[in-house]
């Protein structure tokens, strides 16, 4: 039923509203989801299961990749025969799409919202201003913004572990990312809030804490009131840990340019924090990283592995890689095979690389490396992926690892899964164990992707 105060959109009159919420992209997009969440509860929303019981569709999108943009618009179909079938469901796009895209998601049917990730704060106002007709958008990027103040709802799974955005944007420009075009300018969140958000985390019953950041070496917290008192990431990475002995700290992402030493003694001090650094190379080649303005070589890079190993024995390394850039050549792409192998990744995430309009790879370089060629050298990088994950895995054999339990195996009931401070996935019989629980584990046998044993007593 209809009437002349709610004839536009009579969901949003009703009680209690449902908000429907989908995450796309990196996991610093998982907790803004969660700082939204937080943001709209006060307003009279609780998180529904399915787009089809939500007043309130919300796509927290991504534009990484071409790929990752496609399958969003191939989303705000199936919400516009949502709306076709229920009249009243508000859809609102947010996140780095709506910050790339703006105005052209408005003219999508489906869309009545577009908030890009510096204006979530606004979205209570954009949804009331619904109710006069028109569509809303806010895609104003701040200097300030880090959401310091807002206790993210958890939405994760576990319970036992969690993530926290130390920082917000990118000062880098890599000639073929989009980030800081659509996350805007880096900023440092309060390290006082950081702590007090890991340590209420802890008191749920949460037993590992990842801080993220795009770059967290680059973490930078001033006082605004005293600008001589500041706080650095190795300082903020030592806060954190100091806080339980049983909570373990994670971070990402480390930029190969920037990760001093300190980070890595503060590593070697504090058992909690987890040994295991990633550490993007996106490239073997010297004239390839040049290009991408990564502004390390493969040397410096590899003298920073070589650092890792030295103060911290036992840490795992992990890499983003990216295939077939501008002007990639055969030498240059068995470069990115060769420096796999010589640094023995235990895992990596690996992409063909994908134009993103208007950065300056778009502007200047060529996207000349024909598709076939690209795809052709991502299966040699996941094929020499699959080799070093199984020999990295190989040598934890009759090693004994702490293993912080998330739940029980995909395969059965009566497996634990967890994970090593190396950030390796760890199954084992369950025992009597349960979720949270520290359990350590003898590795008796392998995959690539898992370590797999029984539980010793020390
Ligand atoms: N800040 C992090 C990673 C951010 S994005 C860093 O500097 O490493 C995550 C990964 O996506 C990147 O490391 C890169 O490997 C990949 N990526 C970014 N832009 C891309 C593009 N245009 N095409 C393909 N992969 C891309
Ligand atoms: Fe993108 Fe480079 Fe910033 Fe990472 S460091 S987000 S790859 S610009
Ligand atoms: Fe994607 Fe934005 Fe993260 S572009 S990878 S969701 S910062």
Not at 133 to 149: P, V
Request: with cysteine; aromatic share 6%.
């Amino acid at each position: 039923m209809t009437n002349k105060y709610c004839s536009v959109k009579p969901a949003l009159n009703a009680g209690l509203r449902q908000v429907f919420i989908e995450t796309y992209g990196c996991q610093m997009n998982v907790n803004d989801s969660e700082v939204v969440l937080s943001i709209l509860q006060p307003h009279g929303y609780s998180l529904c299961n399915s787009i089809k019981e939500a007043d309130l569709i919300l796509i927290n999108t991504c534009s990484i990749r071409d790929n990752a943009e496609q399958r969003i618009w191939g989303r705000l179909d199936i919400f516009r025969l949502e709306k076709k079938k229920r009249k009243g469901v508000v859809v609102g796009i947010l996140g780095c799409m709506a910050e790339r895209l703006k105005e052209d998601l408005l003219n999508h049917t489906a869309v009545d919202i577009v908030a890009g990730p510096d204006s979530y704060r606004e979205l209570p106002q954009l949804i009331a201003s619904l109710t006069g007709g028109g569509k809303q958008i806010n895609t104003i990027l701040s200097q300030e913004e880090t959401y310091a103040d807002i206790s993210p709802v958890r939405m994760d799974k576990n319970g036992v572990s969690s993530y926290i955005s130390i920082m917000r944007g990118c000062n880098n420009m890599c000639t073929y990312c989009v980030v800081p075009y659509v996350r805007g300018a880096e900023r440092s969140r309060d390290p006082k809030s950081i702590v007090k958000e890991a340590e209420e985390l802890f008191g749920n019953g949460y037993r590992e804490v990842t801080l993220l950041g795009q770059n967290v070496d680059s973490y930078n917290w001033v006082n605004p009131e005293n600008p001589t008192e500041k706080t650095d990431f190795a300082r903020l990475l030592e806060m954190v840990a100091l806080i339980d002995p049983k909570l373990r700290v994670r971070f990402s992402t480390s930029h190969p340019k920037d990760m001093g030493d300190s980070v890595l003694y503060t590593m070697a001090m504090y058992p909690n924090i987890c040994k295991h650094v990633h550490l993007p190379v996106q490239s073997g080649s010297d004239a390839v990283l040049a290009k991408m303005n990564r502004k390390y070589t493969r040397e410096s890079y590899l003298r920073r592995v070589a650092k890792i190993r030295e103060v911290l024995p036992d840490c795992s390394i992990s890499t983003d890689i990216i295939t077939g850039f501008c002007g990639e050549s055969e030498e240059d792409h068995l470069e990115t095979l060769s420096i796999m192998r010589e640094v023995g990744y235990y895992t990596a995430y690996m992409f063909q690389y994908s134009e993103r309009p208007n950065t300056k790879a778009a502007r200047h370089y060529p996207d000349d490396v024909p598709a076939e060629v690209k795809s052709r050298r991502l299966s040699e990088v996941i094929q020499v992926h699959g080799e070093i994950s199984l020999a990295s895995n190989q040598k934890d054999l009759g090693k004994v690892f702490e293993v912080l339990v998330e739940g029980y195996s995909k395969r059965s009931k009566a497996e634990l899964t967890g994970r090593s401070s190396q950030n390796k996935v760890v199954v084992f019989p369950a025992g009597n164990h349960k979720v949270g629980d520290y359990v350590n584990v003898k590795i008796e046998r392998c995959t690539p992707a898992t370590l797999i044993g029984t539980e010793i007593i020390k």
